[in-house]
């Protein structure tokens, strides 16, 4: 059962939009203020955000932004009664999946979860998850935790590599390959020192040393 987030401010709206996705299996937690939402998205994980422009506390592009940064790929809907094209670009610069405009059908709003449910299912191959660690081979991104970590390309792609290859061992030449490509002829022991560097900023154990013959991504 898909577990959505609905960020909106006015009851009525809220109840409708709960009991419309109830009704289709989906489970739902509501938030009444952008603050309070960001909140619920850092402590549970969501397959979809329903989210409100004008929301207390913290508005909806505000709210959108913050939510972004946690997740690359979660689907973000977005609800206004504004009808402006800015408006629309707006959210879609700040990467929103759909935008919807108040008044709106609820049978519709349905079809565009649906829908957002779908793009994602078929990109989730390009999301490669180990525990607490997300990496977006697309975007070029990395969550542990949901907050974002700053990893070079070297680094970025000796962890892709290590994901793609869970629970084998991989050894330094073959991640010099992917990092550096063939043609790099200098000493492999360059690998460890990205791999030193890679382990503090994940923070997470999970990078094990295969004496002599390389690494193991492994719990």
């Keep these: ?117 779908r793009r994602v299912n078929v990109n989730k191959s390009d999301v490669l998850r180990f525990k607490e660690i997300a990496l977006d081979k697309n975007g070029y991104t990395v969550l542990v935790c949901n907050e974002k970590i700053d990893l070079t390309t070297k680094e970025f792609e000796i962890l892709r590599f290590l994901l793609e290859n869970n629970g084998r061992v991989v050894t330094r030449e073959a991640l010099l390959d992917q990092a550096w490509g063939l043609e790099y002829l200098g000493d492999d022991r360059i690998v460890d020192t990205h791999i030193k560097n890679l382990r503090k900023k994940i923070g997470v154990p999970y990078i094990k040393t295969v004496k002599g013959i390389g690494y193991k991504f492994d719990e």
Excluded: H, W
Excluded at 55 to 84: E, F, H, W
């Design 1 to 117: 059962m898909k577990k959505i987030l609905v960020i909106e401010d006015d009851f009525d709206i809220q109840e409708l939009i709960k009991e419309f996705l109830s009704a289709n299996n989906y489970r739902v937690d509501v938030a009444d203020d952008g603050l309070v939402g960001i909140r619920l998205f850092q402590d549970f994980e969501y397959d979809l955000v329903i989210l409100d422009v004008m929301l207390p506390k913290l508005n909806g592009y505000q709210a959108c932004k913050m939510i972004r940064n946690l997740s690359p790929s979660v689907p973000i809907i977005m609800l206004t009664a504004l009808a402006d094209e800015n408006d629309e670009i707006k959210g879609f610069d700040l990467g929103i999946d759909d935008y919807i405009t108040k008044p709106f059908s609820y049978n519709i709003l349905i079809k565009r979860v649906e829908a957002s449910l």
